[in-house]
């Protein structure tokens, strides 16, 4: 019985080696790398890797601590782009500056999605601690500014909360 996945390479040949099949060179080529897997559900651990390949991956806590600030400072700007765009007057050239935050927003929103989809809880905490800090400082007053109404009076409808 030939165990070898029919390439002739495992039992039953007799011991003898045949050539390995074309796709087989490129795998055993990419044997030395390192696997890669994607958790699938939520979970608490520090090697995570978040944006990039291997970062902050297994270099201990600090690299793992410093990854979850740059996720709630993230959070916390886009937050105040968000206060920025809902202040912003309606000239042209005011206008141009707002769609420039707006695309700046909704690009940062992008990025720290793709953080969260790392799966991991504590990511998950910062985004929603720097997405609640942001509101506490930016929009509702805590910075100097006024609170930002609920109801944009102008459009009629909710001033959406994050980019994405």
């Known amino acids: 019985m030939d165990m070898g996945g029919g390439h002739g390479m495992g039992m039953g040949t007799g011991g003898a080696t045949a050539a390995p099949a074309p796709g087989?060179?490129?795998?055993?080529?990419?044997?030395?790398?390192r696997k890669h897997f994607m958790h699938m559900t939520f979970y608490w651990?520090?090697?995570?890797?978040?944006?990039?390949?291997?970062?902050?991956?297994?270099?201990?806590?600090g690299m793992y601590a410093l990854a979850l600030a740059a996720v709630f400072a993230l959070a916390v700007l886009l937050e105040f782009l968000?206060?920025?765009?809902?202040?912003?007057?309606?000239?042209?050239?005011?206008?141009?500056?707002?769609?420039?935050?707006?695309?700046?927003?909704?690009?940062?929103?992008?990025?720290?999605?793709?953080?969260?989809?790392?799966?991991?809880?504590?990511?998950?905490?910062?985004?929603?601690?720097?997405?609640a800090a942001g509101?506490?400082?930016?929009?509702?007053?805590?910075?100097g500014g006024r609170a930002a109404q609920v109801e944009d009076r102008a459009k009629g409808f909710l001033d959406p909360a994050a980019g994405c």
């Open 135 to 143: 509101f506490l400082l930016f929009r509702a007053g805590l910075c």
């Open 45 to 61: 651990g520090t090697q995570s890797e978040i944006l990039f390949d291997g970062w902050p991956g297994a270099r201990g806590g």
């Open 24 to 33: 087989m060179a490129a795998a055993a080529a990419h044997a030395g790398m």
């Open 82 to 131: 968000g206060a920025y765009l809902s202040r912003s007057g309606r000239r042209a050239a005011v206008a141009v500056g707002a769609a420039a935050v707006h695309a700046a927003r909704v690009g940062g929103g992008y990025v720290l999605m793709l953080a969260l989809m790392s799966f991991n809880v504590g990511v998950l905490l910062a985004a929603v601690a720097g997405h």
